[in-house]
């Protein structure tokens, strides 16, 4: 029997309510516990910090800053040296726990009315439990990591994956936009535009006949003479005035020159009724990226979450579809799959909910770290942990610049 969701209440480790990011969790079948991780790993379950959030003497590995107490540390750094670092690490976070109110603030303060919104459609669309479970716990568990090699921090928590999540979205549309500019590169590419004549239609519909046109397009000789490789991107938007789904694709193609009239004629052709597109040559690989990055992260308006009907049309329409698919040449390409970043060398520092109460304080230890990430963060559009930084930045910026001089004197 598929249990039934809390509401979006939001829980302090006091116990108190607050109206901050979303922090429910669903209860498992049965009442049984988190699993525990495979033989051999770590357990995430981890002890409360104490009242004093940071130690008076960080403990140091290999040159870069740690900020573990004795106990954390050897958890976290007892993994099973057997097991390359990204399968030790997943293994360590199979048990998922809450997220912390810094942790919501972190990674999605910047859609946190978004994400209530999106989270009751979620509910209400009747999807399986586990992976509602799994977007109310993204970004919880979250630890911040270090590389000597690359001088770089990075956060690693738990995360949804779902389309649906912004914070989720952005990394994937990250990844799909550096695997298209390397593609890309040293080619000549051409952005294509195609509509369909607005409907008063179910969107299903309306998306089924916008791909099957796509699909008759290709199988054109004039289409097929002059393109050999290409990814389409499928966006939608919502006419909240006349209540109307308004469906089109974006063409990220290489090959010979394709004459707007051509393409023009074509698309009438297999639509019947459409005329309107556009085709455009790139001058860059940056505008590649941003190109995806822009179509990949838009997300729909605030008028379909907020409306029952349409955000379960919305959702039901969007089930098992992609929203980015390559084709032709680039058909058998993987363009989310992350590069690979893991070196040996990535040591833990300590966790992001302890960090950044010290980082506020003054701590240089958390101050690195923690100004880095908020700089390569973009906190800016992220009001709620902009205004948590703001305050105490200034103080934390002199104190590590006094700290800089009276180790380099």
């Known amino acids: ?13 006091t116990g108190k309510p607050t109206g901050g990011a979303l922090t429910t969790l669903l209860p498992r079948p049965g009442g049984a516990q988190d699993p525990a991780g495979p033989p051999g790993t770590v357990s995430t379950q981890h002890p409360e910090p104490p009242e004093v959030t940071y130690p008076t003497t960080p403990l140091r590995t290999s040159g870069a800053p740690s900020y573990l107490d004795p106990q954390e540390k050897s958890e976290q750094l007892g993994s099973s040296p057997s097991l390359p670092l990204r399968y030790s690490l997943s293994y360590e976070r199979l048990s998922m726990e809450d997220p912390t109110p810094l942790e919501d603030l972190w990674h999605h303060s910047g859609w946190a009315h978004r994400r209530h919104l999106v989270h009751a ?10 992976r ?13 990591y270090y590389s000597a090699s690359r001088h770089e921090y990075q956060v690693r928590a738990n995360y949804c994956h779902d389309r649906y999540c912004a914070r989720c979205s952005r990394a994937r549309s990250t990844r799909i936009a550096a695997a298209l500019a390397h593609l890309c590169m040293h080619q000549r590419v051409r952005f294509i535009t ?14 089924r006949r916008l791909r099957h046109c796509f699909r008759e397009l290709r199988r054109r000789h004039a289409w097929r003479d002059r393109v050999t490789a290409g990814c389409v ?5 919502y006419n909240a005035a006349t209540h109307t789904w308004h469906p089109h694709l974006h063409v990220l193609c290489t090959g010979k020159y394709f004459p707007q009239p051509l393409l023009v004629q074509e698309w009438r052709a297999v639509t019947g009724d459409s005329y309107i597109v556009d085709i455009r040559e790139t001058r860059s690989a940056l505008d590649v990226v941003n190109y995806v990055v822009k179509y990949t992260t838009k997300s729909i308006t605030h008028h379909v979450w907020s409306d029952p009907n349409r955000s379960t049309e919305y959702i039901h329409a969007l089930k098992g579809s992609h929203f980015v698919q390559p084709f032709g040449a680039w058909h058998a390409r993987d363009l989310t799959d992350a590069p690979d970043r893991e ?4 040591i833990c520092v ?4 302890t960090l950044l109460p010290a980082a506020c304080q003054g701590d240089s230890d958390a101050l690195r770290p923690i100004l880095y990430l908020a700089r390569h963060h973009d906190c800016s559009s992220f009001p709620a942990l902009a205004h948590y930084l703001r305050p105490h930045e200034p103080q934390a910026r002199a104190h590590l610049r006094l700290q800089s001089a009276a180790s380099s004197s």
């Open 194 to 207: 195609l509509t369909i004549r607005s409907q008063h239609l179910p969107l299903l519909d309306q998306l």
């Open 132 to 144: 509602i479970a799994r977007f109310e716990r993204c970004g919880s568990g979250a630890w911040v």
């Open 1 to 13: 029997m598929r249990p039934t969701p809390r509401s979006p209440v939001v829980a302090t480790r």
């Open 343 to 346: 070196t040996d060398d990535w």
């Open 121 to 130: 459609a979620l509910i209400r669309a009747n999807l399986p439990w586990r």
């Open 350 to 353: 300590g966790r992001l909910n």
């Open 233 to 237: 991107f499928t966006e939608l938007t």
